[in-house]
C-alpha cells in the first residue's frame, strides 16, 4: 500500500505551485505529485519526474512531512571549516604583511607556502585540491 499524500493540497494547486517555482526540479517534483493526486499511478508519477519510484517515495515523505518546501534541494552542510576565526585573522594578517624572504624563504606568497605556514604556526593539516 503506498503512502498516502497528506490531504491539504490538491492537484491544481501543485500545478499552480509548479508554475510559480523558480526552482525546476521543484517543478517537476510538484508536477509529479499533482499527477498522483489526480489519481496516476506511482510508477506513471515516476514517468513524470524522470525518477525510480524509490525517489517518489522519497518526495511523498519529504513533501507530507515539510510541504512543498520540503522539495526543494538544500545544500549538503559538508565538513565544518578547519580555520576558526582567530586563524583567518592571522593567515589574513600574514597575507596583507607579505612573507620576509630571510624568514619565510619566499618573495611572495603562494597558496603551498601558506598551506605550509598554517601547519608550522598550527599543526591544521590542509590539502590543495584540483
Do not use: F, M, N
Given at each position: 500500500m503506498p503512502i498516502p499524500l497528506r490531504s491539504d493540497f490538491d492537484a491544481p494547486q501543485l500545478r499552480t505551485l509548479a508554475r510559480r517555482t523558480k526552482n525546476a526540479?521543484?517543478?517537476?517534483?510538484?508536477?509529479?505529485?499533482?499527477?498522483?493526486?489526480?489519481?496516476?499511478?506511482?510508477?506513471?508519477?515516476?514517468?513524470?519526474?524522470?525518477?525510480?519510484?524509490?525517489i517518489v517515495r522519497d518526495w511523498v515523505l519529504k513533501f507530507n512531512a515539510h510541504?512543498?518546501?520540503?522539495?526543494?534541494?538544500?545544500?549538503?552542510?559538508?565538513?565544518?571549516?578547519?580555520?576558526?576565526?582567530?586563524?583567518?585573522?592571522?593567515l589574513i594578517q600574514m597575507i596583507e604583511a607579505g612573507p620576509i624572504p630571510a624568514v619565510h624563504g619566499v618573495v611572495r606568497w603562494r597558496l603551498v607556502d601558506l598551506i605550509q605556514w598554517l601547519w608550522d604556526e598550527y599543526r591544521l593539516p590542509m590539502v590543495l585540491s584540483r
Open positions: 526540479p521543484q517543478a517537476r517534483r510538484l508536477l509529479a505529485l499533482a499527477a498522483i493526486y489526480e489519481g496516476a499511478s506511482r510508477t506513471e508519477a515516476a514517468g513524470i519526474g524522470g525518477v525510480t519510484l524509490q510541504g512543498p518546501e520540503g522539495l526543494i534541494d538544500r545544500k549538503p552542510p559538508g565538513q565544518p571549516s578547519r580555520l576558526t576565526d582567530r586563524h583567518r585573522q592571522h
